[in-house]
């Protein structure tokens, strides 16, 4: 079972508001084949004790606009070095820079498929990049795509060997 469309709908209304908090490395891992808990996990970073705290903040208000309250919290004693926000079928991770590459929740849980975000969810220069070597793509069409990708990037030549499924031409193996 993957995440529903209800669930995906509110974890890009929690992601838009951690953009709008100026949150980094914004991503969505669905986790609902693992854990029966709850479907997906949103982790976002801040630099800082304050911008923590005032991301949780602006993610529990847009969570409320859309009618999705808050189950539990947890983190937001002492320094706020990493802030879980219960709202049932979404956990929201918001933690600061260290702590994000420290605890590498993305490592861990890098077996489950990521959730493609909307453009204007505003995403660190290079972060999603970065971050996808430690993820399984969610389908054979996304890691099609990912290779497409990596091949556009490393050069410019014709991409006529796509349709085979990106197997080299006779020419380029000599």
Known sequence: MTATPETIEQTIAAARAASAGKATSITAIDVSQRLVITDVFLVVSGSSERQVRALVDE???GMYKIGVKRLRREGLEGEAHWVLLDFGN???HVQQDEDREFYALERLWGDCPVIELPEDVTVEEGTRSSL?????????????RAAR?????GDDEDDSDAEDGGAP??????
């Not at 996808?132 to 099609?144: G, I, K, N, S």
């Not at 990708?149 to 990037?153: E, G, T, V, W």
């Open 59 to 61: 993610i529990e208000e």
């Open 90 to 92: 979404l956990m929201v």
């Open 132 to 144: 996808a070597d430690y993820f399984v793509p969610a389908d054979d069409d996304l890691a099609a």
């Open 149 to 153: 990708s990596a091949d556009d990037a």
């Open 169 to 174: 031409a006779a020419a380029d193996e000599a």
